[in-house]
């Protein structure tokens, strides 16, 4: 067992699969060295050499074309991009070539790939460097999507998506790189598809994912002064999606509420509430909610920035309107 | 030129069998037998056919929308090509690709792409790949003059140079990008000209030479085997139909077209062969025939295969998951 961050977490997932196979090897601007933008692949350079981490020119369309070819052809790259927005400069790659690839081409090419992607709002870094855009990645078929909420997830679920045969964009809100636990180096892979509940609680459902997982459990410690039990349930994984730990919660506690840190209009939350539309409404005793950052680019000015984001007294505040 | 007379003869069996591929698939296509698009090779088979005899089994090629002529110059069965042509489930991807997304791994051909530019990057991954492994494989990267427009151009042939990669970027100058002439879409005459910003060789060849062709790449390959770095050949070709069956095509001047079509590679290829002495009339002939035979058994074949079951449509998005996706 040992304490890591979730910024060591996957540091150390990254290593102890390179250590396992030479054929995983990190790529991305800056990751070398340098040790990356955020100092996820800190120390990796001195240990694995120039060769199995590689500092990319800035240039993302060919950071993940790079991936799709290399991983085509026997290896499994992970490659970094320095931020989630930076993902439009590289979407071709990503929605035309690595999620369509093995069914364009009738299964015969497996694309063993991962793409890290640091996203969220938080520090101050305005529009093109703070959203959120999982739902962008959870549209496209042929993609998987990995959204860890806590150190050890981070370290499981990196573990499984290194390992998996498919393309894994792999999310990591830059606000939870500080998060830490201990973990067990030897753990298991944690399997896509497979919801956490965070917190047990018999009143309300809240669905939440990235920070605001962390907020969504410290808003039901205030609710729960006030007699409110919540359940907090971390899909940890967008698709493969956990419908059934979801709907299993709903039918127990007979209200919802999604809260993520995306805009509204077109998020994965509205996905969220159509599946528990479709297959829960039974169970509801009251309207699905939403509750997501506003529908504006992200702004730049801490006050703005902080209003944009869900807080956790809005949290609070959101589930006590339910009863 | 190091070439002997079996190699001619297989050149040159591979230019006819594309040709006649192609011939075959406009004809289909204009009675509606092939759904969706086809965009065909007829004029540029010197290109694929003289690179892909440079190189090994495994070494990998991209390609493009205009893909028939790289995957049967690389090895591609075209009985398999014919029935993806036809949407059918013994097709090359069964029937989930069709004509502009034909890959056989097996063959190292990953794959045409109809989004132009993106065989760049695929490239640069093949070859980082070859270069990681230690493989000594290659990559030959085939496009059109239009995708050199791409940012992935420019990306690709930037990594490709700095990590000295084993990648051969090949520009089949057709002179058109859809509609537009070269003129009008890029103010150089020369693609091989921006090798120049890579630091890497530019070289220019006579695309309809297949012999210029075959020289060309055979240097471009070596060097790339040999850890020096990617190349960037472009061959002067012409695409003798239009963008796309369907295009009248009539952007295109008749002077240029009558030009061109003097310029045929098989004609060429067979005067060579003829003056040479390497084959007679009735020796060509033979090959022809078997040839014609080869496509119309591809054309039974595929006529003659079952349609993809509707339960396959969720197959093959992934590795493991297919019940989530119904």
Not at chain 1, 73 to 81: M, Q, S, Y
Not at chain 1, 224 to 240: K, Q, Y
Not at chain 2, 181 to 208: E, K, T
Not at chain 2, 288 to 316: G, H, R
């Amino acid at each position: 067992m040992k304490t890591m961050s979730m910024m060591e977490a996957i540091r150390e997932a990254m290593s102890k699969k390179m250590r396992e196979d030479e054929n995983v090897i990190l790529f991305g601007e800056d990751v070398g060295a340098f040790g990356g933008c955020f100092g996820v692949s800190a120390g990796m350079f001195d240990e694995f050499g120039p060769e199995r981490v590689r500092d990319t020119p800035i240039s993302e369309g060919v950071i993940v074309g790079t991936a799709v070819g290399a991983a085509a052809t026997g290896l499994r790259p992970i490659a970094e991009l320095m931020f989630v927005d930076f993902v439009t400069v590289g979407m071709d790659q990503l929605v035309n070539q690595a999620a369509k690839m093995r069914y364009m081409f009738g299964g015969k090419i497996n694309l063993p790939m991962v793409v890290r992607m640091p996203l969220g709002a938080g520090i101050s870094a305005a529009a093109q460097h703070s959203q959120s855009l999982e739902a962008w990645v959870a549209h496209v078929p042929g993609l998987k999507v990995v959204y860890p909420s806590t150190a050890k997830d981070a370290y499981g679920l990196l573990l499984k998506a290194i390992e998996d045969e498919n393309p894994v964009i792999f999310l990591e809100h830059k606000l939870l790189y500080g998060v830490s636990e201990e973990i067990d180096e030897n753990m298991k892979p944690i399997e896509f598809g497979v919801a956490d509940i965070k917190r047990a609680g018999s009143d309300v459902t809240i669905v939440a994912t990235g920070k605001m997982v962390h907020d969504s459990l410290a808003a039901a410690k205030i609710l729960s002064e006030g007699g409110i039990e919540a359940e907090v349930i971390d899909p940890r994984t967008l698709f493969p999606f956990d419908k059934k730990t979801i709907l299993n919660s709903i039918e127990k506690t007979n209200k919802v509420i999604i809260v993520t840190e995306e805009n509204k209009r077109g998020s994965f939350a509205g996905e969220i509430a159509a599946i528990i539309g479709e297959e829960g409404f039974d169970h509801l005793d009251a309207p699905i909610l939403r509750l997501c950052a506003m529908d504006t680019p992200v702004p730049f000015s801490p006050i703005l920035e902080k209003y944009y984001v869900p807080s956790v007294e809005d949290i609070v505040s959101a589930v006590k309107r339910m009863f | 030129m190091d070439l002997t007379n079996d190699k001619i003869i297989q050149m040159y069996k591979t230019m006819k069998r594309i040709r006649e591929f192609e011939t075959n698939a406009s004809t289909l296509f204009a009675e509606g037998r092939i759904p969706g698009f086809v965009h065909l090779y007829i004029g540029e088979e010197a290109v694929a056919t003289g690179i892909c005899a440079g190189l090994n089994d495994d070494d990998y090629i991209t390609s493009t929308h205009r893909g028939h002529g790289h995957i049967v110059a690389k090895g591609g069965d075209t009985k398999y090509m014919m029935a993806e042509l036809y949407g059918k489930e013994t097709g090359y991807c069964k029937g989930k690709g069709g004509s502009m997304h034909i890959a056989d791994a097996t063959k190292g051909i990953l794959g045409a792409n109809g989004i132009v530019g993106a065989g760049h990057n695929i490239a640069v991954g093949a070859g980082l790949s070859a270069k990681y492994r230690k493989s000594g494989q290659v990559c030959a990267c085939f496009f059109g003059d239009g995708s050199t427009n791409q940012g992935t151009f420019h990306e690709s042939l930037n990594l490709a140079s700095v990590w000295k990669l084993p990648v051969v970027f090949v520009c089949e100058n057709n002179l058109y990008g859809i509609s537009m002439h070269q003129s009008r879409h890029q103010a150089i005459q020369d693609v091989a000209d921006r090798a120049v910003s890579y630091n890497i060789p530019g070289v220019v060849v006579d695309g309809n030479d297949i012999f210029a062709v075959y020289e060309a790449a055979v240097e471009a390959i070596a060097r790339a085997r040999n850890g020096q770095g990617p190349t960037l050949i472009e061959c002067k070709t012409y695409r003798q139909k239009g963008h796309f069956e369907g295009d009248p095509a009539n952007y295109k001047p008749s002077e240029e077209v009558l030009e061109w079509m003097s310029k045929d590679p098989i004609p060429r290829a067979v005067a060579y062969i003829l003056d040479n002495g390497i084959l007679n009339k009735e020796e060509l002939e033979r090959i022809d025939q078997e040839i014609i035979k080869e496509i119309e058994d591809a054309i039974k074949f595929a006529e003659e295969s079952p349609l993809p079951s509707l339960e396959s449509i969720v197959e093959d998005i992934y590795t493991d998951i297919v019940e989530e996706v119904r």
